[in-house]
């Protein structure tokens, strides 16, 4: 486990009832309960437009928000915003370049009224054109904005609309490594661009002040890539939302459609992340996914990630918890090396005896797998070589191989991406691809019957980005990263599957999630301390999948006794490292304080 490193649609459907943020902090109303007659309205005044709804008001200037109002308190949310360069609509291309589509460079603006409740602005730009929708909902009171660009300059990335001049004393909750409240200004997420899902685990951002906030969500089910960014190089205190274009993007022109919603709200941040967990539940039927989740799920209260094949390590547990309370996850247990030679599973003969003694005690054993990893040099390669995950800036090969105990990038030669075993040379096949799925679930299906298992994981199911080759069989990789993690749920009598990360693509079918703590992997980030402390994924997604702790988790020093603890703040099992059966049998406070918790 030490050699790892990992490689870091806008439409809305009004439901009969509905959420309104104006009536009660956790309201669920009728819209036939709106006052009678009522309809928000948005109006262009001396070039500006002014928004009006049940629960808002708002007033946009060539694409700025200049301000942005709680209706019921009165209450303020920004403050100097940019006007004086209004860059609020960008086109990005590779290298985080930005271009501003506004006036600059002899350029104009024009905000047009289309009706009651609709206006746009249109940006006639030196390097670029643009426009920016303005709508209200009358059902939710949200203001819905929809930005759009183009240049004739190829390789567009994504089109950026920014909102500036956000109260420094707001604290931003968002789905980053499990949930986060932090200042704007704070170095851990200062000047940072969040790529959905794998990063921005779910489409939406939460700004609290002490008794209500505003909050911003896209209610998109077309799995478009989209992005969230955090302040700038020279500002903290702006927003970047980012509707990125599907790779290739070598000769591509425009970019947007994502409806981005804003609204107000009373109380603290779960209200908002709750609206938006019932909006997410019905967009995917997900009641009916929970309710197909296994009983003993439920059941489990400790975990051990990267756990020793030794079947004394099962004994010493045994004495101090409950077997069928207890997750293992079982990396070590095939006959090739950790990370090589997949999509090959075959069980070594100590796995075989540790796996059946394991079940046979009722402990829950996920062996590891691979949902879209495998080793080049493997016969599969040549079936599916055609479908390889590459960067949709720098179209090189993603995975990663290994070196001197450090990560060097995929051979882009095609004789030592195949002869370099040694190396753990691993690439990352489309999940989208049929084919791929049918090997892998035909691989994981023999392994289940042989070993009996009821549980499996499968790793990197986080890394499902924006790539080059981003359209597989009319999907991209979220979409069909979904679609594998069903198939392989449905397998045999059905398997509970475990994977890497957590977000609101993965969550719909995964039972378990291993999860990692903010930007500390291997080793810890400095201020790590202040990611903890808010669980809004857990909140998300906690009635479909449990989430357990990654690495460093053995207690042995206060960094580790931190990372235990923020997972535990994150709504995680309680979950242990260890090498040896003697640090259950002995285990040091921390170790002892998991179990008990387990226990408790």
């Keep these: 486990m030490e050699r790892r490193n990992f490689i870091k649609t806008a439409g809305y459907s009004a439901a009969a009832t509905v959420i309104s943020p104006a009536l009660g902090e956790n309201a669920i109303i ?10 928000g309205t948005v109006k262009v005044t001396d070039n500006k437009i002014v928004i009006d709804t049940i629960s808002l008001s708002a007033t946009i200037e060539k694409g700025v928000i200049t301000s942005l109002k709680d209706k019921p308190s009165g209450e303020e949310f920004i403050e100097k915003p940019d006007t004086a360069n209004f860059r609020a609509l960008q086109l990005l291309y590779r290298n985080n370049e930005l271009i501003n589509i506004n006036e600059e460079k002899f350029g104009s603006t024009e905000t047009r009224q289309l009706s ?3 206006a746009e602005v249109r940006f006639n730009s030196w390097d670029g054109d643009g426009v920016l929708n303005v709508s209200v909902d009358d059902i939710t009171g949200d203001l819905v904005i929809e930005p759009s660009a183009y240049s004739s300059r190829p390789g567009v990335f994504a089109c950026r609309w920014n909102i500036s001049g956000i109260k420094p004393s707001l604290d931003l909750v968002a789905p980053f490594f499990q949930g986060i409240k932090l200042k704007m200004d704070d170095p851990l997420i200062k000047n940072s661009r969040w790529r959905w899902p794998s990063d921005w685990e779910a489409g939406l951002a939460i700004f609290q002040s002490k008794e209500r ?10 799995y478009r890539f989209k992005a969230l960014q ?3 190089s020279t ?9 990125e274009a599907f790779g290739p993007i070598d000769d591509n022109l425009s970019a947007g459609g994502i409806c981005w919603r804003i609204n107000t709200f009373k109380g603290d941040w779960k209200v908002p992340a709750e609206k938006y967990r019932q909006w997410y539940w019905k967009a995917y039927n997900l009641e009916a996914e929970e309710q197909q989740r296994q009983k003993w799920i439920r059941d489990v209260k400790f975990a051990v990630s990267w756990c020793p094949g030794n079947t004394d390590v099962l004994d010493a547990l045994a004495k101090k918890i409950d077997p069928g309370k207890v997750l293992l996850h079982f990396s070590n247990w ?21 796996l059946k003694k394991g079940r046979e005690m009722g402990f829950h054993i996920m062996p590891h797998f691979n949902s879209i990893d495998m080793d080049p040099s493997n016969p599969v390669y040549e079936r599916v070589r055609d479908f390889p995950y590459r960067s949709v800036e720098t179209k090189q090969l993603q995975g990663w191989s290994w070196y001197n105990s450090r990560v060097i990038g995929v051979p882009e030669s095609n004789t030592n991406r195949m002869g370099n075993r040694d190396k753990k040379v691993m690439v990352k096949i489309h999940p989208a691809l049929s ?26 199911t986080l890394c499902i980005w924006n790539i080059h080759n981003s359209i597989v069989e009319s999907m991209p990789p979220t979409e069909g990263m979904n679609k594998l993690i069903r198939h392989i749920s449905e397998l045999g009598n059905g398997l509970a599957v475990g994977g890497e990360g957590l977000n609101e693509i993965t969550a719909q079918r ?3 999630a291993q999860v990692h703590l903010y930007r500390s992997w291997q080793t810890s980030t400095e201020g790590l301390d202040r990611a903890g402390g808010c669980n809004l994924n857990e909140l998300l997604f906690g009635k479909l999948c449990r989430t357990f702790g990654y690495s460093g988790l053995s207690g042995r020093n206060k960094d580790e006794e931190l990372r235990m603890q923020v997972h535990l703040d994150h709504g995680a099992i309680p979950t242990v490292t260890i090498r040896s059966a003697e640090e259950i049998t002995n285990p040091n406070a921390a170790v002892k304080r998991m179990l008990e918790l387990g226990n408790g």
Aim: hydrophobic fraction near 35%.
């Design 30 to 39: 009728d819209s036939s309960l709106l006052p009678a007659g009522y309809r």
């Design 116 to 118: 009651e409740q609709r």
């Design 213 to 222: 906030g505003f909050w911003i969500h896209t209610e998109d089910t077309q």
């Design 230 to 232: 955090t302040g700038t």
């Design 235 to 243: 500002d903290p205190f702006v927003m970047g939302l980012d509707s």
């Design 334 to 354: 095939r006959t090739d090396g950790y990370d090589e030679n997949y999509p090959d599973y075959f069980a070594s003969e100590s796995a075989k005896m540790f």
């Design 435 to 460: 084919m791929w799925r049918s090997i892998l679930g035909e691989r994981i299906l023999n392994a289940s019957k042989e070993l009996s298992l009821n549980t499996i994981f499968i790793d990197v």
């Design 510 to 512: 995964l039972s378990f």
